[in-house]
């Protein structure tokens, strides 16, 4: 065991399959000589060579499509978005060949490629480099969407989606790169070496594709949320004092209904916590869910809290994105019912 903030876990991660596969290789923007904008492959080309990892052009599409192909005849890419909100000219490939490439072969060809991708704010980046784009990929059958909030998850998660054979997009919570933060303005980044989750095996080890993890148990409300998020909520639910369960969905496609339903039906009311705008979220697959699943169980008519429905300039970051007031006030309002 080893203590690792999150962009250490997921070299980790590339760094075990790429010993441990012959297939995996990894490719994408800055990724190679200077180890990724964020330095999540640092030292990879380095220690496994120019032919295991290696830069590209700046030119998603391309990116995307090389690793369909490269996926169809055997091998397992991962390639990198610079940013999520750059993976939109990919989007057609991911869509119209990557997610259907199984189904419209009869399984003759599949795309075990990982498409991982730095999302959400925590740079101050506004509308260019802080989006949270995961509904529009999970509403894409055929593809996977993975989230994860601990540098634990965080290489878990990434060694089950490379060994993984369909298409499956990692996106990663850049704010909590370096700590698990919890949204409070002002408040400095705190560092992930105090964190039980900051205790990540050196080796290899997986952890499944649409398992939930229970963050904290409660009986009174349930809270759903994933990457950052996780952490704001849990900030939140300590200034709202009740006692909630807060559910980390990890992924969500596959998604833990199982999971959602069996706490939703104990606690009778539902607070759903995303960066994304609310409109169109994700969140609102969840509303339904929990509707459809438990409403005779439901206390209290189910709360979203998200980010605002419109652009912000870079300023307005802290605005924008829930913080543990936001929560907290959604708390309080489900518990009044």
């Not at 690792?4 to 190679?32: C, K, Y």
């Not at 599409?61 to 690793?67: K, L, P, S």
């Not at 560092?191 to 009986?219: C, F, M, N, T």
Request: hydrophobic share 45%; charged share 20%; glycine share 10%.
């Amino acid at each position: 065991m080893a203590v690792m903030n999150m962009i250490q876990a997921l070299n980790s991660a590339l760094d075990t399959m790429l010993a441990r596969d012959p297939d995996v290789l990894i490719f994408g923007e800055d990724v190679g000589y200077f180890g990724g904008v964020f330095r999540v492959t640092d030292k990879l080309q380095e220690k496994h060579g120019l032919d295991r990892c290696f830069d590209a052009p700046i030119a998603e599409g391309g990116i995307v499509a090389t690793a369909i192909g490269m996926g169809a005849e055997g091998l397992r890419p991962v390639v990198e978005i610079q940013f999520a909100d750059y993976i939109l000219p990919a989007y057609d490939q991911l869509v119209s060949e990557a997610a259907r490439l199984r189904y419209r072969s009869n399984g003759e060809f599949t795309a075990p490629i990982t498409v991982r991708s730095p999302y959400g704010g925590g740079i101050f980046g506004g509308q260019t480099h802080s989006q949270s784009p995961e509904a529009i990929f999970a509403h894409i059958t055929g593809l996977k969407t993975v989230i994860p909030s601990t540098p634990y998850d965080a290489k878990g998660l990434l060694i089950a989606a490379i060994e993984c054979d369909d298409p499956v997009i990692f996106l990663e919570p850049k704010r909590i790169y370096n700590g698990p933060f919890d949204g409070r303005h002002g408040q400095a980044l705190t560092s992930w070496a105090q964190h039980p989750a900051a205790q990540v095996p050196e080796d290899h080890y997986s952890i499944a594709l649409g398992k939930a993890a229970i963050v904290r148990e409660g009986a009174d409300v349930t809270v759903l949320a994933y990457g950052t998020m996780v952490h704001v909520a849990l900030a939140g639910i300590a200034d709202a004092g009740v006692d909630a369960e807060l559910i980390d969905l990890r992924s969500i496609v596959p998604l833990d209904v199982d999971a959602i339903v069996a706490s939703v039906k104990k606690t009778g009311r539902c607070v759903i916590v995303h960066e994304a705008s609310r409109f169109g979220g994700f969140g609102g697959e969840l509303s339904a869910l929990v509707t459809e699943r438990c409403f005779y169980h439901l206390k209290a008519p189910t709360q979203r809290v998200a980010g605002w429905d419109t652009p912000y300039p870079h300023a307005f970051e802290w605005d924008y994105f829930p913080g543990p007031d936001r929560v907290a006030k959604a708390l309080a309002h489900v518990m009044e019912v």
